[in-house]
Nanobody
Framework: VQLQASGGGLVQAGGSLRLSCAAS????????MGWFRQAPGKEREFVAA????????VYADSVKGRFTIVRDNAKNTVYLQMNSLKPEDTAVYYC????????????????WGQGTQVTVSS
């Protein structure tokens, strides 16, 4: 499956952004989907994931209560709604797909989007 992430930008602390990830090429609903992020000088880390039907979700502790992952299988798209953004959320955000149920491990995700930059100013 091919993934295309979009929606990043510059926002002030406390603001919101919604990232989108459009999928093509294979049956989107076969995959669990996740979002990861990578800040400068740091390793890529897990942010959120949703099951293939969207009925289950899991979040990193650092974003729990602020971020929401939602998928629309009719549109082959997964979203990451980010509220109450903090400067430490600044990173390149990547969407990714896996066949494994509710994995949060980077190595389990086999397809990756190109990344979209999110910058939160203080």
């Amino acid at each position: 499956v091919q993934l295309q992430a979009s929606g990043g930008g510059l926002v002030q602390a406390g603001g919101s952004l919604r990232l989108s990830c459009a999928a093509s090429g294979r049956t989107f609903s076969n995959y669990d989907m996740g979002w990861f992020r990578q800040a400068p000088g740091k390793e890529r880390e897990f942010v959120a994931a949703t099951s293939w039907r969207g009925g289950s979700t899991v979040y990193a502790d650092s974003v729990k209560g602020r971020f929401t992952i939602v998928r629309d299988n009719a549109k082959n798209t997964v979203y990451l709604q980010m509220n109450s953004l903090k400067p430490e959320d600044t990173a390149v955000y990547y969407c990714a797909a896996t066949f494994l149920y509710m994995s949060t491990r980077l190595r389990d995700f086999t397809s990756w989007g190109q990344g979209t930059q999110v910058t939160v100013s203080s």
